[in-house]
């Protein structure tokens, strides 16, 4: 075998047998996606519930085609005891309780969530409404004609697949590489390897080859979840520009680790670091919850982490159509960001750890 | 061609560590196929003269040639024609002694029938599947050795191969290590104790404070200066009382 291979061979087995480094970069991002995933999954089609008590005409003579229409944002329950429909309601059970008397619709509604008590209100008013009309035999002066077209928002998961994706990322590039710098030090690996017929150049190709397979294998995973028909993620036309922005990602997050390995004396020190350094950055960088009502000086932070341009880029690739435009100046910026932390990193190394 | 060079000339090697000067001016010279030992107590600056004359620092002043090549800056050839066991066993992260062998021999181009073979002269192969962290003191010392000996080096440097070992683990490693010795290689050892310098080395160096003090085969050094053994050998050139 030659030294390049051997090395990237003893670098992925030291990886794969440490058991915490796999959870915390592999197992522990996943498990958040599946979590996320199953408590958004309805997050965007909440419909209203309304109890029916006794018969009331406007409701039960609707024609089957606009009943239909009506259930798509209502769920009807029925049920003949009012007081207890009313208790429902006081509960929050369902949104409001709705009964005929004396010819007149009356409705009662919970004021606890304002939104959902203004969209029962509008749909039973549009109801008796059209009943009304209806009742006078005339055609309808006014028509209301509707049509859908596709939201630019994006669903949930469109949205944190990509962010834990970055964090994923940023956590197994910067952690991997400050610990075999920390590791190598303390165990003397580093002198041992400068004394036997090898480049520094061999040494680092190994260590940067491991860091990126084991990126992409990340990336393989998380979209193979994300897309199973349960969490329902649609890539787009362009996905696979997530690859080159992931190995500049890669890089730049190497960087990091690599700074910090330079730094730190021990593996605690380095943990401790990289803790304080990657929790803060995929917060700011969107990578749990979207970041647009953040304070202005807050969103000038975040442009300075290179997994803020990380997670938008791959959001774009990935869910939003975005293509090369998209992806160009961010792989460039995370390049930057990579050469300068590199040779900051490069000034503060140390062989030894004493 | 014989090449006739000296296996180690090291002349005036300075190292200073912020206030320390930890290495103050050695010279020596080693034979080809001589097991040489550089002796004194800690502290005294072996591991820096070693680090300095394999390469791995930058001396100060002075210089050092291995086999006719000046050992800094590193040159791949040179490197490939010696062996070197640190004074911490330097060794990758949760491997098992086999994939530790294994990966040392690609790094030197070794087939890894030979990094077995190797495994099994220093009395490994029972523990071929043990990762370096669950080996014992000594296994790990066999270990650190095989690693440094599976390019079958000319020239082999040791640094305090026995320390921390138990009686019987140190009587097996100096077999070991007369047995390298026997086949034609230099080996340069450094130690803190007499008794291991006496039995193996054709000559040693005794150090201290940065300098040698005086070098020559043990049995000579104990007669010159009418001394018992090395202790008191030790005691007559410092006029301070040998300390492990
Ligand atoms: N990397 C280093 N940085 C600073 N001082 C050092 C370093 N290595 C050794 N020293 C100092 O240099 C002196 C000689 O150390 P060393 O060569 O390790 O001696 P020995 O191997 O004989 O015990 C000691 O005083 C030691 O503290
Ligand atoms: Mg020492």
Redesign the interface.
């Known amino acids: 075998?030659?030294?390049f291979?051997?090395?990237s061979?003893?670098?992925a087995?030291?990886l794969l047998?440490?058991r915490t480094a796999v959870f915390f970069m592999l197992i522990f991002p996943l498990m958040l996606l599946a979590l996320f995933g199953v408590l958004f999954q309805n997050e965007s089609t909440s419909r209203s519930a309304i109890v029916q008590v006794g018969d009331v005409a406007v409701l039960d003579d609707l024609p089957e085609a606009e009943f239909a229409a009506l259930s798509d944002a209502l769920t009807i329950e029925k049920t003949a005891d009012r007081e207890r429909a009313l208790e429902e309601v006081r509960e929050g059970d369902v949104d409001a309780a709705v009964w005929e008397e004396d010819g007149r619709v009356q409705l009662r509604y919970s004021a606890a969530d304002a939104a959902r008590a203004g969209t029962v209100q509008g749909l039973m008013r549009s109801v008796v409404q059209g009943a009304n009309l209806a009742a006078t035999g005339l055609p309808a002066t006014y028509e209301l004609a509707t049509d859908q077209v596709e939201d630019k928002s994006v669903k949930a998961i469109q949205y944190f697949t990509p962010g834990l994706l970055g964090w994923a990322i940023a956590m197994g590039a910067s952690f991997m590489s400050a610990f075999t710098l920390v590791?190598?030090r303390r165990?003397?690996?580093l002198?041992?390897?400068?004394?036997?017929?090898?480049?520094p150049g061999t040494v680092i190709s190994a260590r940067i080859g491991v860091s990126l397979a084991f990126s992409f294998v990340q990336v393989a995973i998380f979209l193979a979840v994300a897309t199973m028909p349960y969490f329902g993620l649609k890539l787009t036309g362009n996905w696979w520009l997530s690859l080159p922005l992931v190995a500049c990602g890669t890089l730049s997050f190497m960087s990091i680790g690599l700074l910090i390995g330079a730094w730190a004396k021990s593996d605690e020190a380095a943990n401790g670091a990289l803790q304080v350094v990657i929790m803060p950055m995929a917060f700011l960088s969107g990578s749990f919850f979207p970041t647009g009502d953040m304070p202005g000086w807050l969103s000038t932070v975040a442009d300075f982490l290179p997994l803020a341009h990380l997670n938008t880029s791959l959001q774009d690739v990935l869910s939003r159509g975005g293509g090369w435009g998209d992806a160009l100046p961010v792989m460039g910026g995370l390049l930057l960001f990579t050469a300068v932390v590199t040779a900051v990193a490069a000034r503060l190394f140390r062989w030894d750890s004493t | 061609m014989i090449d006739n060079t000296a296996a180690i000339d090291v002349r005036g090697l300075r190292k200073r560590y912020g206030d320390v000067q930890a290495v103050d001016g050695v010279t020596f010279e080693v034979a080809r196929g001589e097991f040489y030992g550089i002796l004194g107590p800690n502290g005294a600056g072996k591991t820096t003269t070693l680090e300095l004359v394999?390469?791995?620092r930058q001396p100060d002043e002075g210089s050092a040639h291995l086999l006719g090549e000046p050992s800094w800056p590193?040159s791949?050839?040179l490197?490939?024609r010696?062996g070197?066991q640190?004074q911490?066993?330097?060794?990758?992260?949760?491997?098992t002694a086999r994939?530790q062998i294994?990966?040392?021999a690609?790094?030197?181009?070794a087939s890894r029938e030979r990094a077995d073979a190797m495994l099994d002269t220093v009395g490994l192969t029972e523990k071929r599947d043990v990762r370096d962290d669950k080996l014992s003191g000594g296994q790990a010392q066999r270990l650190s050795i095989a690693c440094a000996l599976v390019h079958d080096p000319e020239l082999v440097f040791l640094d305090e191969p026995t320390t921390g070992l138990d009686p019987q683990a140190r009587r097996n490693l100096w077999d070991l290590l007369r047995g390298i010795n026997s086949t034609g290689r230099t080996v340069v050892l450094t130690t803190h104790y007499m008794d291991e310098a006496e039995l193996l080395c054709d000559r040693v160096a005794i150090m201290d404070a940065g300098r040698i003090l005086r070098v020559g085969p043990p049995a000579d050094l104990i007669r010159e200066l009418g001394a018992n053994n090395l202790e008191d050998v030790f005691l007559q050139l410092t006029g301070r009382e040998y300390r492990e």
């Open positions: 075998m030659s030294a291979r051997s090395l061979w003893a670098m087995l030291g047998r440490d590791q190598w165990k003397r690996i002198r041992r390897l400068w004394l036997a017929p090898v480049g | 394999e390469g791995l590193r791949k050839r490197l490939r010696i070197v640190l911490a066993s330097a060794f990758f992260e949760k491997l994939e294994h990966t040392f690609a790094l030197y181009g």
